[in-house]
């Protein structure tokens, strides 16, 4: 499979998820993008269009992370869910983007869970 189907394949998987997937104030959508060797996450208010809230394994705080990228996506999953909880969202609909559930976006999501947040 050529990069250029396998980029194709993804944006339908994402624009078909898209239609059911969608993030209010009040349950914002967690949206993760994954590149190569970085994660981010963000929680964005669908109606207001709007970004409440972003993460990624590039921050400040997450350059200095060791270990597997399993591992940094944990972490990351878990700084969102407690900054999300300080700001009072409990609960989240998961966007996966158009990836598998598998790999560092599923570490991410259990980090998240283990944090306090429901999804």
């Known amino acids: 499979m050529s990069q250029i189907d396998k980029a194709s394949r993804r944006q339908k998987i994402k624009d078909r998820s ?14 993760v993008y994954r590149s190569l060797s970085q994660i981010y996450a963000q929680l964005i208010d669908d109606d207001n269009g709007k970004t409440i809230m972003a993460v990624s394994s590039m921050s400040k705080e997450n350059k200095a992370l060791e270990g597997t990228k399993s591992e940094v996506c944990t972490v990351v999953g878990k700084q969102l869910a407690e900054m999300a909880l300080a700001k009072g969202i409990t ?8 990836f598998r559930y598998h790999g560092r ?15």
């Open 91 to 98: 609960t989240v609909v998961f966007d996966r983007n158009g």
């Open 18 to 31: 898209r239609v059911k997937v969608h993030g209010t104030m009040a349950k914002p959508r967690l949206c």
């Open 105 to 119: 976006l599923k570490a991410l999501a259990e980090g998240a869970r283990e944090a306090g947040l429901v999804f």
